[in-house]
């Protein structure tokens, strides 16, 4: 650590970066302090990329206004964070006459919330949509659409660190002191943190760190959902996420989402866990995916399963209803200088800049802020190789020889993408640090092919040992000794 900050936040997430970059606007001198080895190791990596419309909550909530304006900026959002974006619509369908009524109550709150472009539809126009969809009635959704929350987490934070904002890895918030002139001591992994401003961003361990700040302790309700993987050959059939009607109480079944890179989440289920972070996937839940997904797109078959993997996501109860939380963004009069953000759940990838925009309010509300004059809201992200003209990637190759290295066959990727991961702003020391800014070991093969190159890049460019180097996180050794 160095020095004394005016802003302290705990927890790099999509939300944490989000309220770093806006933040960054002006003169503070902040830093993130984030429990993993990067950003995208908890809730913000582990959804379904998915830009919501607002039509899933209430009018007057708080996520659903977030959400409303995350959606409408999203254009100039990802031209200033080269985020790649579609704003490929969504279906919502039903089937039977049981779910139409279901599906028609959903469309008046739709209408209600402001929704732009949604009208309801009947088979013919869902045939038109997508063709590979199947439904009697449908509501379509225009405004909704598909982004990698990989590419946009690392986006944010990296803007945010490219104006000033400080990031401390493997930095877990262990205990928060006040001292005698108000300075927020932040124990961590490797030390005090000393900052005047104290913001809670922490996703899934929020509920620990509000006490800890001084705000009202509450019992953590977690949701797990489970994901499979479809290989892009799948993702050829789909063009839109398909959603079915909420049940009786609601909840969304499995959906198939397709990804802005081209292959095809189904996914996610439901399970009530309460307080644990259980990660492990299951065969039942496996059955589950391919029985419900297949049911909105014929093309979820196990010949495509390429992985699966599990998201928990963090909900706050009502003590007294237990009723779920709207998002908290809260501020005390006993506690000065200090935002607690409680319940931010889906929809929070988009409400990120929203939610964040309301954080720089509550700060404002207590004290005048600088502009930063020199802050730039623009960050380039790594060239994709893959994705450029054959007269672009014979120029580059011309002028540097790594990109006439492939490292990862199956989603190729060259070697000079590999080393501008690790060298990035943030810098990264993992596997999947890697994986996340490129889609190295993210294609058909899983890594087969280039785990051990990236493995062998990383101990080349930072100087590490084989036996360093991790997976994701701390603990998660690639090797602990010798291999052919």
């Not at 918030?173 to 005090?192: E, K, L, N, P």
């Not at 700040?213 to 892009?232: A, C, H, M, N, W």
């Not at 996914?267 to 307080?275: C, D, F, Q």
Request: with cysteine.
């Amino acid at each position: 650590m160095d020095g004394v900050f005016d802003v302290a936040i705990i927890g790099g997430g999509v939300i944490g970066s989000a309220v770093a970059r806006e933040l960054s606007r002006y003169q503070l001198r902040i830093c993130v302090l984030e429990k993993e080895l990067d950003v995208c190791n908890g809730v913000s990596g582990r959804n379904t990329g998915l830009l919501h419309s607002g039509i899933l909550n209430e009018e007057g909530l708080l996520r659903t206004e977030c959400c409303k304006e995350g959606n409408a900026e999203f254009e100039q959002v990802a031209r200033e964070l080269d985020v790649p974006f579609r704003r490929c619509g969504k279906l919502i369908v039903s089937f039977g006459e049981e779910e139409r009524i279901r599906l028609e109550g959903l469309y008046r709150r739709g209408l209600k919330n402001g929704i732009p472009g949604i009208r309801m539809i009947g088979h013919d126009e869902i045939k038109e949509i997508e063709p590979n969809a199947d439904g009697d009635f449908a509501i379509f959704i225009p405004s909704a659409g598909i982004l990698c929350p990989f590419t946009y987490t690392i986006a944010l934070a990296e803007n945010a660190a490219m104006n000033g904002v400080t990031y401390y890895f493997n930095e877990e918030v262990t205990g928060i002191a006040r001292a005698g002139d108000g300075m927020f001591a932040i124990h961590a992994t490797s030390g005090t943190f000393v900052s005047r401003w104290a913001i809670n961003c922490s996703g899934l361990s929020s509920y620990q760190i509000s006490p800890m700040l001084g705000f009202d302790s509450y019992k953590p309700k977690r949701v797990k959902g489970q994901y499979e993987i479809l290989d892009k050959k799948a993702g050829a059939y789909l063009s839109l996420p398909i959603y079915p009607t909420p049940n009786e109480y609601g909840a969304f079944d499995v959906h198939v989402t397709p990804t802005i890179e081209g292959n095809v989440l189904v996914g996610p289920t439901i399970e009530n866990i309460g307080t644990e972070l259980d990660y492990s996937a299951t065969q039942e839940m496996i059955n589950t995916l391919g029985c419900s997904g297949e049911k909105l797109f014929a093309q979820v078959k196990r010949d495509y399963y390429i992985r699966n993997y599990v998201g928990i996501f963090p909900t706050a109860e009502d003590p007294l209803t237990h009723a779920e939380l709207d998002f908290q963004i809260q501020t005390k009069p006993s506690v000065p200088h200090a935002v607690n953000l409680v319940g931010i759940n889906s929809p929070g990838l988009t409400s990120a800049l929203p939610i964040a925009r309301r954080v720089v309010a509550k700060v404002k509300e207590q004290e005048l802020l600088i502009v930063n004059k020199t802050f730039n809201p623009v960050r380039k992200g790594i060239v994709r190789f893959s994705s450029l003209e054959r007269e672009e990637q014979d120029r580059l190759i011309r002028q540097n020889p790594d990109y006439g290295e492939i490292y990862c066959r199956c989603e190729c990727v060259t070697k000079a993408e590999i080393k501008q991961a690790i060298h990035n702003v943030l810098g990264v020391c993992t596997i999947s640090g890697i994986k996340y800014r490129t889609r190295a070991s993210m294609g058909r093969c899983q890594g087969g092919y280039c785990e051990t190159r990236l493995t062998a890049m990383l101990q080349d460019e930072l100087r590490l040992d084989k036996t360093d180097i991790l997976l994701n996180k701390k603990g998660a050794y690639m090797f602990t000794g010798k291999v052919k």
